[in-house]
T-cell receptor
Framework: SAVISQKPSRDICQRGTSLTIQCQVD?????MFWYRQQPGQSLTLIAT?????????ESGFVIDKFPISRPNLTFSTLTVSNMSPEDSSIYLC?????????FGPGTRLTVT | EDQVTQSPEALRLQEGESSSLNCSYT??????LFWYRQDPGKGPEFLFT?????EEKEKERLKATLTKKESFLHITAPKPEDSATYLC????????????WGAGTKLIIKP
């Protein structure tokens, strides 16, 4: 298994600003993932982040809005840019080990 | 189209009342089926991976089973601390770690 930490755990931001979420894994992993989860709903994959290559974004998500960095095998960041109230959500990162994914505690973002 | 459907959406049980949650799937070549538990305000917690029909996994009061079309998460004599949302996800044969998620079943165990 893997232990994932995220920072910040929550934040309240003004529209038009940007927030960078950090994700740290306690072991080296090839693949990391970023998800968004609206209250009471299931998970929506934003992008897959492999170390050493560009992130792969899912339909409806673009790099200009959600730039991702993956500088090494234990760390990744997701930036939510030019935020609007519609970006209010829980953002989760996960790490892939064998076929399984292990999740961080999430970042609760509120945009006012 | 690959799809995962969980039922029921919500389930209320009395403490000690055993039941099952269902996860039916339609995917091209199942690589694995995963069960997670999610408590409010937290990330999903990994429970089980099932790879082939007939496989079973157990952990405390939970038992997961898999057929070619669906998986069941059986909960035996549940306690209030088992209350959570249980999520099912599958990995298709042509994916690379990516998971297809069900909408989840919210389980409430009343003392």
């Amino acid at each position: 298994s893997a232990v994932i930490s995220q920072k910040p755990s929550r934040d309240i931001c003004q529209r038009g600003t940007s927030l960078t979420i950090q994700c740290q894994v306690d072991s080296q992993v090839t693949m990391m993932f970023w998800y968004r989860q609206q209250p009471g709903q299931s998970l929506t994959l934003i992008a897959t982040a492999n170390q050493g290559s560009e992130a792969t974004y899912e339909s409806g998500f673009v790099i200009d809005k959600f730039p991702i960095s993956r500088p090494n095998l234990t760390f990744s960041t997701l930036t939510v840019s030019n935020m609007s109230p519609e970006d209010s959500s829980i953002y989760l990162c996960s790490a892939g080990l064998r076929y399984e994914q292990y999740f961080g505690p999430g970042t609760r973002l509120t945009v006012t | 189209e690959d799809q995962v459907t969980q039922s029921p959406e919500a389930l209320r049980l009395q403490e000690g009342e055993s039941s099952s949650l269902n996860c039916s799937y339609t995917v091209s070549g199942l690589r694995g089926l995963f069960w997670y538990r999610q408590d409010p305000g937290k990330g999903p917690e990994f429970l089980f991976t099932l790879y082939s029909a007939g496989e079973e996994k157990e952990k405390e009061r939970l038992k997961a089973t898999l057929t070619k079309k669906e998986s069941f998460l059986h909960i035996t004599a549940p306690k209030p601390e088992d209350s959570a949302t249980y999520l099912c996800a599958v990995q298709a044969g042509d994916s690379n770690y990516q998971l297809i998620w069900g909408a989840g079943t919210k389980l409430i165990i009343k003392p």
